[in-house]
């Protein structure tokens, strides 16, 4: 199964697609994931990427889809997608059936989360993750069990992203707005658009998730 997990920053899409991983053994393509490893290894994509993404703007159609493309072509044909922050324009969107066509796959589901603005600044500016495994925390929301030591690997070193201040936040916010929300009419015309309450907590949001995959 081939699902979208669609939101503005900060709604919960890599917290709920890392349960769907443990859960399900699906497969998480997270295109902000793919372009930050990119930076760190300081490929030309990276190199193109920095500065758009420490704007909050978007990075090109052309260099996302290709590394959807890449990544999906690896994958065994058992194993579901979780289309995690990608597709975010409307040439995305059509880039993406072009690549799911040829890899003989279909979408089942377009899950969007809901979260109010001021929450999704709140989430952001508190978030961190664990510099060995990624695995993400909030300050306050969603702590390690053990202060400073991360739940999953056991690592005590933390990060935040350079992009996670409030100024940027606003951008990624706006161009949401603008250019990712109005991909969403042309998925409810085929009938796999579920808009779900994201300001719940972890679990409860992620039950309702999987309510979606099981209908
Ligand atoms: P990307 O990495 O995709 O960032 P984003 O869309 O801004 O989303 P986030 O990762 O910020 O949020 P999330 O929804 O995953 O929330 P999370 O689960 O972490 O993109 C970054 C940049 O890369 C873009 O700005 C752009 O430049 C570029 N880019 C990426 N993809 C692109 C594309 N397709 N095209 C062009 N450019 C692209 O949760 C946030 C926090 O809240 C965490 O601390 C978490 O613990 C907490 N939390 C999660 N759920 C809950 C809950 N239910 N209750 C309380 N707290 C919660
Ligand atoms: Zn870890």
Known sequence: MNIILLGPPGAGKGTQSAGLVERHGMRQLSTGDMLRAAVKAGTPVG???KEVMERGELVSDEIVSDLIDAELAAMTPETGAIF???PRTAAQAEA???ILARNGRSLA???ELEVDEDALVER????FSCGNCGALYHDTANPPRNP???DTCGSTEFKRRPD???ETVRTRMAEYRAKTAPILPGYEARGIV????GMGPIDTVARQIDAILAS
């Not at 952001?124 to 978030?127: L, Q, Y």
């Not at 579920?194 to 309450?197: A, F, G, L, N, S």
């Open 47 to 49: 190199l193109r990427a």
């Open 148 to 150: 400073g030591v991360c």
């Open 124 to 127: 952001i500016t508190g978030r």
């Open 96 to 98: 993406l059936d072009d």
């Open 194 to 197: 579920t808009r779900i309450d």
């Open 109 to 111: 589901h377009v899950i």
């Open 84 to 86: 995690d922050g990608y």
């Open 164 to 166: 996670d201040n409030e």
